[in-house]
């Protein structure tokens, strides 16, 4: 008999039962751990995870927020339509500073370095705009004119390698994966891709990284240690096609990805075989994150995972207790 999935530690429904499009955990000095869900109604709620209830409604706009990162100090979104809004975190709430509006009607997510505040920002034209956290523009990613016809870009990876090298992943339209170094702003290596990819992710440690795109296969990769090619190592087959996300946790040993059959997979990094198929979500995942820090109610790094059926779930898999 095959042995059933396991259930989520929690299910939280979001406010409205409003679909959720984009997840972030905050770790707060003073203990505060909170999940932030951006929904299809232009709101961020903020649950808290110690009683996994509503805290806080920002309203950021009125298009659905497709992405949404938090540090210490700020809230970072990006609506749907390319605008994109930074809020300072004050005693009193969430203060709105500074807004960026690009007119892109694109669905790629942008990324950020927050050591150094910068945010990489896709923009038709095969174009990623960089811009520092006070909304001002500082560069722009342009494919020179020999490259190969990407389209849009669809999906972005920061990366940080060893001896504060900056590079940035982006996957485009026409199936090419690029791989840029910040320092000078140019593509040092291309990798051909099965289809358009739609998220891509890279842990650091193992050299690898994975890709999800419309077809039933995630395929993954490497970045050479020595020379930065990038090179397509094996593919996974899934039973049925479309990712949304695919996302790695930061020990190495799991990743996961996120479907439009509202099945999340998880898979382990060492064998690169899938371990389960999680099947609580009844419409397509949109977004899966894990917690860089334990929760302290579970005592765990929590997995979380939002979708278009406006349920959020928690998880606890393969953790070393």
Known sequence: MALLPPDPVYTIRNVDNSPVYCLAFSFLPGGLERLLAGSKNGYVYA?????????QKIKVGQAPILHLIHTNSQLITQEKGGVY????LTNSGYKEQHTIDIDYPGFCRF???TKL??????????????????GEKINCL?????????????CVKFIEFPNDQPLLLVGYEAGWLLLWDLNTSQCISKLQTKECPMSVDFHLEQQRGMIGNASDVIQIFNIGRKDLSLAHKMDINIKNPGINRVCTRND????????????????SWFSLRQLVVLTEHRQAV???????EKVSYWNANIMAAGGLDGAITLWDLYNNK
């Open 47 to 55: 649950y808290n995870l110690q009683t996994n209830r509503v805290q």
């Open 85 to 88: 809004k930074i809020f300072d």
């Open 111 to 113: 990324d950020a370095n």
């Open 117 to 134: 505040e910068t945010l990489f920002v896709p923009d038709k034209e095969s174009k990623i705009h960089i811009y520092n956290f006070s």
């Open 142 to 154: 342009v494919p020179e004119n020999d490259s190969p016809k990407l389209g849009d870009p669809m």
């Open 252 to 267: 190495g040993r799991v990743f996961a990805s996120g479907g439009w059959d509202g099945h999340i997979r998880i898979f």
């Open 286 to 292: 949109q977004d899966v994150v894990y917690s860089t």
